[in-house]
């Protein structure tokens, strides 16, 4: 059994830092790309940033290039998203997701991920 849990999440104001964590327990993280997404209240889950789990190549959404950063520590299966300059649009519940190896076309697409944490709030404040 596979499990991803969060943490980190909490309301700041605007122009705050925040940096969540994604721990994960069993046999998840060796081969596995790890996600981060977001879901607004009557929105769809989006794509906010990637790390392959072969060379540590990042991606990003354009809101989040310049600001957010995703980095791993294989040896603790801990992935973080390092969130600066925070602005109100990007409250949401963020996920933490796990995608077995890594393809090009997939890593932005929640349908594609294979196991996923409970959520965390980020709540931005102006």
């Known amino acids: 059994q596979a499990q991803l849990v969060e943490s980190g999440g909490r309301s700041v104001q605007t122009g705050g830092s925040l940096r969540l964590s994604c721990v994960a327990s069993?046999?998840?993280?060796?081969?596995?790309?790890i996600g981060w997404f977001r879901q607004a209240p009557g929105e769809e889950r989006d794509f906010v940033a990637a790390i392959a789990w072969t060379d540590d190549m990042t991606f990003y959404r354009d809101f989040a290039k310049g600001r957010f950063t995703i980095s791993r520590v294989n040896a603790n299966k801990t992935v973080w998203l390092q969130m600066n300059s925070l602005r109100p649009e990007v409250t949401a519940v963020y996920y933490c997701a796990a995608i077995y190896g890594f393809n090009s076309f997939k890593y932005m697409r929640a349908e594609y991920y294979d196991y996923w944490g409970q959520g965390t709030q980020v709540t931005v404040s102006s």
């Open positions: 069993g046999r998840v993280f060796e081969a596995y790309s």
